[in-house]
Nanobody, 129 residues
Framework: QVQLVESGGGLVQAGGSLTLSCAASGRTFNSYTMGWFRQAPGKEREFVAAIKPINWSWSGYTTYYADSVKGRFTISRDNAKITVDLQMNSLKPEDTAVYYC?????????????????WGQGIQVTVSS
């Protein structure tokens, strides 16, 4: 089992920044794709960003972003803290949602919710106008 715990959410004004962190524990997950998803009130959960290592040491990795966040959000892995972070800049009110960290055991980087095996409980991000 893999346990995922998100942190760093909160309230920010439009144009501001927040960094979300996802701490993973449990069985080895060094080869897993780590993703961030979000769900706004009344909407379906959607893909935000994902990162997948090209080797076990995480010295190299590939990333993928939803068009809506490309150029504003950056996903990365902190090897010292063993977290996957989502740096969110130039936040907009439409970024308001519960953000979820997820892990996928699959061999390739995927963006479909159904492919992800482990999920955190989610954390609220609210962007005021």
């Amino acid at each position: 089992q893999v346990q995922l715990v998100e942190s760093g959410g909160g309230l920010v004004q439009a144009g501001g920044s927040l960094t979300l962190s996802c701490a993973a524990s449990g069985r080895t997950f060094n080869s897993y794709t780590m993703g961030w998803f979000r769900q706004a009130p009344g909407k379906e959960r959607e893909f935000v960003a994902a990162i997948k290592p090209i080797n076990w040491s995480w010295s190299g990795y590939t990333t993928y972003y939803a068009d809506s966040v490309k150029g504003r959000f950056t996903i990365s892995r902190d090897n010292a803290k063993i977290t996957v972070d989502l740096q969110m800049n130039s936040l907009k009110p439409e970024d308001t949602a519960v953000y979820y960290c997820a892990a996928d055991r699959g061999a390739s980087l995927r963006t479909s919710i159904q492919e992800y095996d482990y999920w955190g409980q989610g954390i609220q991000v609210t962007v005021s106008s």
